[in-house]
């Protein structure tokens, strides 16, 4: 046997903490395999591909928690935590000035993200004096899988429902209740809607609030980054 095989590199890992649970985990960086995954993913500009590449990177660098049990903000949290440890605290990313709409290359601190928005989220939705919706915080497949349609948001909805409360009855929602629910939400009025639209503008988020002056007009512009997307 090649003497070769019994060198094995120590890869660091750093503590990190978990959003939504406050558990207590490890992250290691990247290695090159994870690098090669994550380029293949994003050339191929297929969605779906980015985000099976990103849940394959987390369960090789993140021990100590099982991705099934992260939300979607915990998932991209952890990946720029990652991305922090692997190649620096300080990403570059393109900005468009507010009055001139010129690019401005700007600097993000990765290690000073936060999630924003885990005291107020309600799970708890109670539409009419006896019908209530109990809702799952959405997985990072569910939570990029979003479509701005109205049919595609009261799809989503329908598939974050965890239990239904009807007068006394506790009804448990599983894929055969999917429908069932959608049909339920279609009776609901705008008001009481309403009340459902908040529950995904209210998620967590992960956030990064910037300020930088325009390069060719001066303006000062402040910025907020939500959610992965907005640091690429």
Do not use: W
């Not at 395999?33 to 590449?53: C, H, R, Y």
């Not at 100590?64 to 952890?78: N, W």
């Not at 990029?144 to 009804?171: L, M, P, Q, R, W």
């Amino acid at each position: 046997m090649s003497q070769l095989k019994n060198i094995k590199i120590n890869t660091p890992t750093y503590r990190e903490i978990i959003p939504s649970t406050k558990t207590e985990i490890n992250i290691s960086p990247f290695k090159v395999g994870d690098e090669k995954i994550l380029l293949i993913a994003s050339e191929s500009k297929d969605p779906k591909q980015m985000i099976d590449s990103l849940k394959k990177v987390i369960d090789n660098c993140v021990q100590g928690a099982e991705l099934k049990d992260m939300s979607a903000f915990d998932v991209e949290y952890l990946f720029l935590k990652i991305r922090s440890v692997s190649v620096g605290e300080t990403a570059d990313i393109f900005l468009t000035c507010k009055e001139c709409e010129t690019a401005n290359e700007c600097k993000v601190d990765l290690s000073k993200i936060e999630v924003i928005g885990l005291d107020t989220f309600k799970t708890k939705i109670k539409l009419t004096d006896d019908l209530m919706f109990l809702m799952k915080t959405p997985d990072i497949d569910s939570y990029t899988g979003i479509e701005s349609t109205a049919e595609g948001i009261i799809e989503f909805i329908a598939k974050n429902v965890d239990k239904v409360f009807y007068g006394e009855e506790t009804i448990d929602v599983g894929l055969n209740e999917i429908q069932d629910v959608a049909d339920i939400i279609n009776q609901l009025t705008s008001t009481q809607f309403k009340d459902l639209q908040d529950y995904i503008s209210g998620m967590p988020k992960v956030t990064y609030e910037l300020d930088f002056e325009c390069k060719h007009c001066q303006t000062k512009n402040d910025v907020k980054l939500e959610g992965l997307a907005d640091f690429f």
